[in-house]
Structure formats: C-alpha cells, structure tokens
C-alpha cells in the first residue's frame, strides 16, 4: 500500500470490509514521514525503517474482529487508500449496496476456505492469508499431502479468492 489519494471517507463501505488490512492484498503499509511514524508507534502499530522507507507490516496489528479498531485515528495512508472498489462507489459507477455485497462474497470465500481448513471464522481470527501461508509451510516437504483431494481443492479455491480480489480490489495486490 504506497500510493496516496485525496483523503475522504469511505467508513461506510470500509467498516464492514477490512480486506486491505489483514494481509492478503499488501504484505506492509509505508508510513509516510518520521513524525507521521511516531504518531502511528503511540498508537501501539510497530514501525520499521529500511533504507529510510518506514513502514509497518501485514497483517495489521491494529485490525480487530470488526475492521480497524484505531479508525478515525488510522494511518495517513490507510485513511487515502481506495481500492477499486471503493473508486467505483466514490465515483457513482458503482452502488454501495452492490459493493457491500462484492465485500460479502470476498467475506464468503473466505468462510468457505477455512472450514476446508476445519477452521471457523468465529473461534479463530487469524488472517486467512497466515493459515495459508502456514499449509504451504506445513507441506512444503511432503508433496503428496498437497495432493490429496483436500488439499487440491483448498489451493484451487485461494487461488480462486486471489483472482477474484485483483479483479474487485486491487490488481497490484501480492501473491501467495
Ligand atoms: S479493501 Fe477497499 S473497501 Fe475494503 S477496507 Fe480497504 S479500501 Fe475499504
Ligand atoms: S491501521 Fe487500520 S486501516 Fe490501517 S492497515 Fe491497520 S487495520 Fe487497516
């Protein structure tokens, strides 16, 4: 997440998305100054410096069950960030209420993805894109395991939620 764009408020959609936020589109947030840094470290999100870039990671320390727990107080460039999505909405070309429901299906995939992982959205909070990370981890060294028919159909339904959200939210988001 590095560009910046005119800062307004897209609350309406964003409070009920949050899918900039825990990993899967971006793997960190660039902070845009030292002072803006400070700022962002009181607010308890650790920020790291290199090569004079200051930046914190994802998935985002700060996103809580319900989205960003320090909205009104978020970063500068959390608050500028637009995803195509919220474009689309700021632009007219999209309704809210159609955006709202392309968040839901996004929030439905993933659902689906973690009962693959015998996992459930409610009892645990972990970012899909970790859990994920986490099975190509567990695998990496046995081939056959990520052959199963299990297996097979969790990668092809994250690959699946991957396409779908460069579509919807970002084309530049990163690859798992
Ligand atoms: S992905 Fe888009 S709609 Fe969702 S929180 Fe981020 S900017 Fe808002
Ligand atoms: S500070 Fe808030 S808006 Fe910014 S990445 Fe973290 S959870 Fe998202």
Redo the contacts with the bound molecule.
């Keep these: 997440?590095t560009d910046i764009a005119p800062l307004d408020d897209g609350s309406e959609l964003c409070v009920a998305c949050?899918i900039?936020?825990d990993g899967i589109l971006f793997s960190s947030?660039t902070v845009t100054d030292p002072s803006e840094a400070e700022r962002v470290r009181a607010?308890r999100?650790p920020v790291h410096v290199v090569d004079e870039r200051h930046f914190f990671d994802?998935p985002?320390?700060?996103?809580g069950d319900k989205?960003?727990?320090?909205?009104t107080e978020?970063?500068l460039l959390?608050h500028a960030y637009r995803c195509l999505l919220l474009k689309q909405v700021d632009a007219g070309t999209m309704p809210l209420a159609d955006a709202v429901r392309t968040v839901e299906e996004a929030r439905r995939r993933e659902v689906e993805i973690r009962a693959l992982m015998n996992l459930d959205v409610a009892t645990d909070g972990t970012p899909l894109v970790q859990l994920y990370r986490q099975f190509l981890l567990d695998n990496a060294d046995q081939p056959d395991c990520r052959e199963s028919p299990e297996s097979r159909e969790l990668i092809k339904r994250f690959e699946h939620h991957q396409v779908e959200l460069a579509k919807n939210f970002e084309p530049a988001m990163i690859t798992v």
């Design positions: 997440m949050g900039c936020c947030v607010l999100i994802q985002c320390s700060a996103l989205g960003c727990s320090i909205y978020r970063p959390c």
